[in-house]
């Protein structure tokens, strides 16, 4: 069974500074996806950002950026330029990389607040 | 497109009894799955379908039936509702390719058990 950790409650950044929020996970698979979903007061779940594990290069989108370390089973998301549309719960996610039972899930952490500050 | 649709979007129940919450979504993807999130806890997964007629339990299965008759609908029903299953529920769909492909979440169903 695949487990997915964030080890930080809470976050606080300044308007247009930059953060970066932690996430490791554990697994025996050898082909999966990672996924940083954000979740604003809204409740609604967006996809951020996803990264292939065979793909060595840091996925990217706009503002958000990883930064994958497959040996350590580290996938952390630095937010540059934060903005007050950022403030929401962040959730790293774990899915394998392979039709068939069990595929197709998604193992979420716990999150991270993120509350970005006039 | 619609999305993910989920109704309704908040319900109050009392202990015993039960209820169905719909999911239904028009991008035509094979596999669909309920979620539970509870504060401090992350989404836990319920019950999946990766295609009509074929459905299996999640993480946190115990009190809730599914069935998967039509591609687009997966409803989830509560038989004797407990207080401990006062929780937000999310419905996600996807397709079933076995390469990351994203999952899309509707807006969530807050459900209160008292």
């Known amino acids: 069974a695949q487990t997915v950790t964030q080890s930080q409650p809470e976050m606080s950044v300044q308007e247009a500074e930059t953060v970066t929020l932690s996430c490791t996970y554990d697994t025996s698979e050898s082909n999966y996806y990672l996924f940083w979903y954000k979740q604003p007061p809204s409740r609604q779940m967006i996809l951020v950002i996803r990264q292939e594990a065979y793909k060595q290069q840091n996925a990217t989108e706009n503002r958000f950026s990883v930064n994958f370390q497959k040996a350590a089973k580290s996938f952390s998301l630095k937010i540059s330029d934060s903005q007050l549309g950022d403030t929401a719960m962040y959730f790293c996610?774990?899915?394998?990389?392979?039709?068939?039972?069990?595929?197709?899930?998604?193992?979420f952490g716990k999150g991270t607040k993120l509350s970005v500050i006039p | 497109n619609a999305g993910v649709t989920q109704t309704p979007k908040f319900q109050v129940l009392k202990t015993g009894q039960s209820m169905t919450l719909q999911c239904a979504q028009d991008m035509n993807h094979e596999y669909m799955s309920w979620y539970r999130q509870d504060p401090g806890m992350g989404l836990r997964l319920i019950h999946y379908?990766?295609?009509?007629?074929?459905?299996d339990q999640g993480e946190v299965p115990n009190g809730y039936n599914v069935s998967r008759s039509t591609t687009e609908d997966f409803p989830l029903r509560l038989l004797s509702a407990a207080p401990s299953q006062t929780s937000v529920y999310f419905c996600?769909?996807?397709?079933?390719?076995?390469?990351?492909?994203?999952?899309?979440f509707g807006p969530g169903t807050r459900l209160l058990v008292l």
């Open positions: 996610a774990f899915m394998k990389g392979y039709s068939g039972a069990g595929s197709y899930q998604l193992t």
């Open positions: 996600a769909s996807g397709l079933a390719g076995g390469r990351g492909e994203t999952q899309y």
């Open positions: 379908s990766v295609g009509a007629g074929i459905t």
